[in-house]
């Protein structure tokens, strides 16, 4: 449980607060959205050890329902993770349906999209001209590793060797901090979600909320481990005041400083960052020197449209109206650097691929990942993967098919991820084409191939079909429990399976409607 509020290891005393950990209005009623609505979960504050993430073992498949299923043996955790995202989901909705041209600003950002990828060529061109002429020092890197010796390059020619860095996935998807590591350079993070996993030595686990697979009780055994805090004090406003005063020196005192991208702004050369703890302008504006990493993908064309995507993306992702801070980086402060760099990493290759292009158009929201049944009960760690969740198993393969080849079975394909995508990206629709992909490539194991092929023999001759459904429900109705739930039968772990019916659904309709239709009646 969490140690008193008034312990003498709270660093600013003032900023406890009573045992309700929402945040409120001017008068005194609970906010209505985003993060600062979420109740505490109750199970939050017990103890239990964190489910670890998924196998990595160099080329070889990834293992997600392994990891997936270590993350549900975690009752604590997986009730904590499915509550907290399908928290932000119910906001999302609220927040999407208080706005009455909710599906027009989808469309038209999926428009914008769709015509800036189709121009892409034209965009970066157009980009690369104003940023110079803005004064900034505008770079080119084919893939993470030419990223990673683009930035030490600049960062040894003006002599750092500390950096500081808001959250980025590309940089995540660069593998960036060890490659920094490796050349001498100290990266620190600075938003409070990405510096928990750098503490950790973990990845983040979700594009928005990088720590929501952890309790609070993990936070606190991990900087009771790494900055020396209680650890017993698992309030949630002592961990967050005590990450930010041992990171603050650094902040002051860092050569260098890095951001990501949410948008560039083509007709100005403007890199837009949106965060909710201003860590992007502490990283872009306190060190002499600013980096900030772009994919070629994050292009817009005007800074009119801006607006379409700046109303979407918060809400999608947390469900509030707007990002705290939305920073505009355009030119470098007098005595100051600026670069940009901007990355391919195999994204001109997927623009080339006809059924999976229109997944450049992810801006990088979460929300497919919110809704995702599979996501929120098995946790991000679990799919080995810089992206992970429903917009991760139509990425991830782009980079590489073989380790990546069961990402994309481990999905209900609901469509919910498609149904909340701000961009309109067919999501589930790729999941399927990945699938299909994945078999006739021989990508996936030869058991499972196995099975595919004698489905697909089954499934294409109705009669075949008929006499097989017929066969197995007489069967499943006299099988003991014992033959039906055994580690054969992956349907019957943690599920019951439906009742056998007496009777198909083809047969009751041959029975009850074929008949009278060929004699004229109405069916």
């Known amino acids: 449980m969490s140690a008193p509020q008034d312990d003498a290891r709270l660093l600013h005393p003032e900023v406890a607060k009573s045992s309700d950990e929402s945040a409120r209005g001017q008068d005194g009623r609970r906010l209505s959205h985003a993060e600062a609505a979420s109740r505490p979960i109750g199970a939050a504050a017990a103890r239990e050890a964190q489910p670890r993430g998924a ?23 997986q009730a904590a993770h499915d509550a907290r995202l399908w928290d932000v989901r119910r ?15 989808r469309d038209l950002a999926s428009r914008i999209k769709t015509h800036t990828l189709s121009h892409l060529d034209r965009y970066l061109e157009q980009f690369e001209a104003q940023a110079r002429a803005n004064g900034v020092h505008v770079h080119w890197a ?46 620190i993070e600075t938003d409070l979600g990405e510096r928990i996993q750098q503490l950790d030595d973990e990845d983040p686990s979700h594009v928005v909320m990088p720590a929501v697979h952890k309790t609070r009780a993990d936070v606190a055994e991990v900087f009771a481990r790494t900055l020396g805090t209680d650890a017993s004090n698992d309030d949630a406003h002592y961990l967050a005041e005590s990450q930010r005063e041992t990171t603050r020196p650094y902040i002051l005192e860092a050569d260098a400083g890095m951001t990501g991208c949410n948008f560039a702004v083509a007709e100005t050369g403007t890199v837009v960052t949106c965060t909710n703890e201003g860590n992007a302008d502490l ?17 817009i064309p005007r800074t009119a449209d801006l607006g379409v995507f700046i109303r979407l993306l918060s809400r999608s992702a947390l469900g509030s109206p707007i990002t705290q801070y939305t920073s505009h980086f355009r030119a470098p402060r007098s005595g100051t650097e600026m670069h940009y760099v901007l990355v391919d990493n195999g994204r001109s290759e997927r623009l080339g691929m006809e059924e999976f292009w229109t997944s450049l158009k992810c801006i990088r929201c979460g929300a497919c990942m919110n809704t995702c049944p599979v996501y929120r009960r098995s946790g991000g760690l679990s799919y080995g993967a810089t992206y992970s969740g429903p917009i991760g198993l139509i990425i991830d393969p782009t980079f590489n098919k073989r380790k990546y080849s069961t990402l994309p079975f481990s999905s209900t394909m609901n469509g919910s991820c498609t149904n909340v995508c701000p961009v309109k990206i067919n999501i589930h629709e790729q999941i399927f084409a990945w699938r299909k992909v994945l078999s006739e490539e021989h990508e996936i194991p030869l058991v499972k191939r196995g099975m595919m092929k004698a489905a697909g023999q089954v ?20 099988m003991p429990r014992f033959a039906v739930y ?17 009777e198909s659904f083809h047969a009751w309709y041959k029975r009850n409607r074929m008949g009278k239709a060929a004699e004229g009646e109405e069916p």
Request: glycine content about 8%.
């Open 283 to 299: 990283s872009g504006n306190v060190p002499r020197l600013q980096i900030h990493s772009i994919g070629i993908e994050k292009l």
């Open 459 to 478: 499934l294409s001759r109705p009669a075949a079909y008929r006499a097989a459904i017929g066969a197995a429900d007489s069967v499943l109705r006299a």
């Open 142 to 187: 084919e893939d993470g590793a030419d990223h990673n010796r683009i930035v030490l390059g600049i960062l040894r020619d003006n002599g750092a060797r500390t950096l500081i860095k808001s959250k980025s996935m590309l940089t995540e998807e660069c593998g960036f901090r060890h490659a920094m590591a490796a050349g001498g350079i100290e990266v």
């Open 91 to 105: 906001k999302r909705d609220v927040a999407a349906h208080g706005i009455p041209e909710w599906e027009e600003l």
């Open 486 to 502: 055994n580690p054969l039968n992956t349907w019957g772990k943690a599920r019951e399976m439906p009742e056998t019916p007496r």
């Open 55 to 77: 196998k990595v073992k160099g080329n070889r498949p990834i293992d997600q329902a392994e990891a997936a299923e270590r993350f549900i043996a975690a009752p604590l955790h």
